[in-house]
């Protein structure tokens, strides 16, 4: 149970930082003095740029200053040409013949995805999988910070995880998020009751959310929905697994 909460609390926490980037809509500098809008990048690259941080942040940890575009690629078994096409968008990272400080692109990157800041979420469904979240200890130390728990159950109202994180009544999810600065929404609620939770929560004024209920869910334009169906994920296995079975009969 234990390594079962750690996979669905990692595949969350990078999730998030996917998140981050997408939803900060906000202007980035680039190297060279210019603007971009980093809305402009594509989802397949900002989900590139974090399985980069998390290389960096190893390479740091152990003492590596420089790495170039070929070991990067040799990572993620990608083409060279495709990680520096990636970081030039936000401008002049690397230094030609000598590749990529680590500690400079460790920092560029995390001001790229909004790390550079504190972002607040809060969880709604405070069942098994919503309080392993809520106590995933790996979320604040990149800047994610679970700060309420959410629930319709009135017998749950007012407990708290064991960090210490409170549950709220689902109908105070607009006033907690407007004193808790709250600017992510974890959906982590059964199929059935999703979407009208997805409602509370985009008419509470938040713009980004991460779903874990099955199913396909609407939001308006204007806010970022990203789901992670496991059940998708274990069907693609069972089919790679399949084919390796044909492939031997």
Not at 95 to 113: F, H, M, N
Not at 224 to 234: I, R
Request: aromatic share 6%.
């Amino acid at each position: 149970m234990a390594a079962w909460t750690r996979s669905v609390a990692h595949k969350a926490y990078y999730t998030l930082e996917n998140r981050a980037a997408r939803a900060t809509q906000r202007w980035v500098r680039q190297g060279s003095g210019r603007d971009a809008m980093a809305d402009q990048v594509s989802e397949q690259t900002t989900n590139r740029l974090s399985l980069y941080l998390r290389f960096l942040n190893e390479l740091e940890a152990d003492g590596v200053r420089t790495v170039s575009s070929k070991v990067l690629a040799a990572e993620f078994d990608l083409n060279a040409a495709l990680i520096r096409k990636d970081l030039s968008h936000f401008g002049d990272l690397g230094v030609r013949g000598v590749g990529y400080v680590v500690k400079d692109l460790r920092q560029r990157l995390r001001q790229i995805l909004g790390l550079d800041r504190r972002l607040n979420v809060a969880i709604i469904g405070a069942g098994n999988l919503g309080l392993a979240l809520a106590d995933y200890p790996g979320f604040r130390q990149d800047g994610f910070r679970i700060v309420a728990l959410f629930d319709t159950l009135q017998a749950k109202v007012g407990r708290q995880s064991r960090s210490g994180v409170r549950i709220h009544h689902i109908r105070d999810l607009k006033r907690v998020a407007r004193r808790q600065g709250i600017t992510i929404a974890v959906i982590a609620v059964p199929a059935p009751g999703a979407q009208g939770v997805v409602k509370t929560v985009v008419e509470a004024g938040i713009k980004a959310l991460l779903n874990f209920s099955p199913g396909s869910l609407r939001v308006p334009s204007d806010v970022k929905l990203k789901s992670v169906d496991f059940t998708v994920s274990l069907e693609s296995l069972s089919f790679h697994l399949a084919r390796g079975e044909s492939g031997r009969s």
